[in-house]
């Protein structure tokens, strides 16, 4: 399995800016997407963002649209999530994590094979 390595997030003032990052070991296939999850106190794992590796196809969760951009590093096996205009409501531990065999656009948890370790992001009003 693709291993995923995700250095740590931030604390910002809401209306700022943080980029996560998500570094990928091996190899990844056609057919693998890598996606963002966040995962708020007493609240379920949810879907953030989506992109396929080779494509460069993206989804994103409608809460984010417009406001969050993921994107990838093919030399640095390198995932990304940009986050701009923050809302206290984004604060959570954020997920990377990959899947394989991606057919259409996987937003459940359970669709993903390998998972970073998370970190933290904390929006403040």
């Known amino acids: 399995q693709v291993q995923l390595v995700e250095p740590g997030g931030g604390s910002v003032q809401a209306g700022g800016s943080l980029r996560l990052s998500c570094a990928a070991s091996?190899?990844?296939?056609?057919?693998?997407?890598l996606g963002w999850f966040r995962q708020a106190p007493g609240k379920e794992r949810e879907f953030v963002a989506l992109i396929r590796w080779i494509s460069r196809t993206t989804n994103y969760a409608d809460s984010v649209k417009g406001r969050f951009t993921i994107s990838r590093d093919d030399a640095k096996n390198t995932v990304y999530l940009q986050m701009n205009s923050l809302k206290p409501e984004d604060t959570a531990v954020y997920y990377c994590?990959?899947?394989?065999?991606?057919?259409?656009?996987?937003?459940?948890?359970?669709?993903?094979?390998?998972w970073g370790q998370g970190t933290q992001v904390t929006v403040s009003s």
């Open positions: 091996g190899r990844i296939f056609s057919n693998y997407g």
């Open positions: 994590a990959l899947a394989r065999g991606v057919i259409g656009a996987p937003v459940r948890a359970a669709a993903y094979d390998n």
